[in-house]
């Protein structure tokens, strides 16, 4: 039985292919299945049953799996302890970013992180909530960029900064007039949200009070800030966006921003990472770095 051969299973067991678990692990498909029926010889059982699609453990494959698990995380682990030893961040790291924070944070950390962890692989996917709690357990993602309280048991959450909510505004709507808006003065059937699947519309409503059957002059759903702000534009209508997206708002639609008068309008933004993660020398470069960041970019009463 070797690392490599559980480092297989246990991708064959994420991904319920072996096709997938062969791409992600960098190995052909036959290589990766030898491999695993090796193992299956020396144990003397079956651990996946290759009839289903997906690819799923069977009764004795779960067992193995669990412990194979565990082996890995104290085998990095040692890995890890000796890498904080000799002074070294150097690995790589596959990084989660929800959409709503990628557009306006990457660009600000993503040059300081390379240049001062040269050793360090960094990789990037934008993802939703949902999608990056799941590929956190199933070990297709190491750490994510999210909104915190957002990811559930088995995901620590790291909070890293306070990201303030705003309203945006129509000239046409009612309530542009007014430099603070009082959330109670909002009417729901002018506000468009974020699709379902972005934490942020759970965000926006749970602080509207509002339940997610109330009706909209407009029924329109898209995952990206920046097309809520154009439809806006062209409408009568408002939407809510985080601070980190105010500077890119242009400077002569900067009066359609406004402030909410609410003492819990916004969010905290926070690394998240499974609970048995062990590179906490990456996560914590990760983190400094990207505190450092808003630091110097953002004005300091905001954080």
Same mark, same amino acid.
Request: one cysteine or more; proline letters at 4%.
């Given at each position: 039985?070797?690392?490599?051969?559980?480092?297989?299973?246990?991708? =064959?067991?994420?991904?319920?292919? @072996?096709s997938?678990a062969?791409e992600?692990?960098?190995?052909?498909?036959?290589?990766?299945?030898?491999?695993?029926k090796s193992?299956?010889g020396?144990?003397?059982?079956v651990l996946?049953?290759r009839?289903?699609?997906?690819?799923?453990p069977? *009764?004795?494959g779960?067992?193995?799996? $669990?412990?194979?698990?565990e082996?890995?995380?104290?085998?990095?682990t040692i890995k890890?302890?000796v890498?904080v030893?000799?002074g070294?961040?150097?690995?790589r790291?596959?990084?989660?970013v929800?959409?709503? %924070?990628?557009?306006?944070?990457?660009?600000?950390?993503?040059?300081d @992180?390379?240049a001062?962890?040269?050793k360090?692989?960094?990789e990037?996917? *934008?993802?939703i909530?949902d999608d990056?709690?799941?590929?956190?357990k199933?070990?297709r993602?190491d750490?994510?960029?999210v $909104?915190?309280?957002t990811?559930?048991?088995?995901i620590?959450?790291r909070?890293? @900064?306070?990201?303030r909510f705003?309203?945006y505004v129509?000239?046409?709507?009612p309530?542009f007039?007014?430099s603070?808006i009082?959330?109670?003065?909002?009417d729901?059937?002018d506000?468009?949200?974020?699709? =379902?699947?972005?934490?942020?519309?759970d965000?926006?409503l749970?602080?509207?009070?509002a339940?997610?059957?109330?009706?909209s002059?407009y029924?329109? *759903?898209?995952?990206?800030l920046?097309t809520?702000?154009? %439809?806006?534009d062209?409408t009568?209508c408002?939407?809510?966006i985080?601070?980190?997206?105010?500077?890119?708002?242009p400077?002569e639609?900067?009066?359609?921003?406004?402030?909410?008068?609410?003492?819990?309008?916004?969010r905290?933004?926070?690394?998240?990472?499974r609970?048995?993660?062990v590179?906490?020398s990456?996560?914590?470069a990760l983190?400094?770095?990207?505190s450092?960041?808003?630091?110097?970019?953002?004005?300091s009463?905001?954080?």
């Amino acid at each position: 039985m070797t690392i490599i051969q559980l480092e297989y299973l246990l991708a =064959v067991a994420n991904f319920g292919s @072996f096709s997938v678990a062969a791409e992600h692990c960098f190995v052909t498909q036959p290589s990766l299945s030898m491999q695993i029926k090796s193992l299956e010889g020396e144990l003397g059982v079956v651990l996946l049953d290759r009839s289903k699609k997906p690819v799923i453990p069977t *009764e004795a494959g779960a067992a193995v799996i $669990a412990q194979a698990r565990e082996a890995l995380k104290e085998y990095n682990t040692i890995k890890e302890v000796v890498s904080v030893l000799k002074g070294d961040v150097a690995g790589r790291i596959r990084l989660g970013v929800i959409p709503t %924070i990628a557009p306006y944070l990457l660009h600000r950390f993503i040059p300081d @992180f390379v240049a001062k962890y040269p050793k360090v692989e960094l990789e990037i996917r *934008e993802m939703i909530t949902d999608d990056i709690v799941d590929a956190l357990k199933r070990d297709r993602i190491d750490v994510a960029l999210v $909104a915190g309280g957002t990811c559930g048991e088995g995901i620590v959450e790291r909070e890293l @900064f306070d990201d303030r909510f705003y309203a945006y505004v129509s000239p046409t709507n009612p309530l542009f007039n007014k430099s603070n808006i009082r959330i109670e003065d909002i009417d729901m059937r002018d506000l468009i949200l974020l699709s =379902v699947g972005n934490c942020m519309r759970d965000q926006v409503l749970e602080l509207c009070q509002a339940r997610n059957s109330v009706p909209s002059h407009y029924n329109f *759903e898209s995952g990206s800030l920046d097309t809520l702000m154009r %439809i806006v534009d062209c409408t009568s209508c408002m939407t809510i966006i985080p601070e980190m997206a105010v500077e890119y708002v242009p400077s002569e639609r900067r009066n359609q921003v406004k402030t909410l008068l609410k003492g819990a309008s916004s969010r905290k933004i926070a690394l998240a990472v499974r609970r048995t993660y062990v590179k906490t020398s990456i996560v914590n470069a990760l983190a400094d770095t990207i505190s450092e960041s808003v630091r110097r970019s953002v004005p300091s009463e905001h954080h």
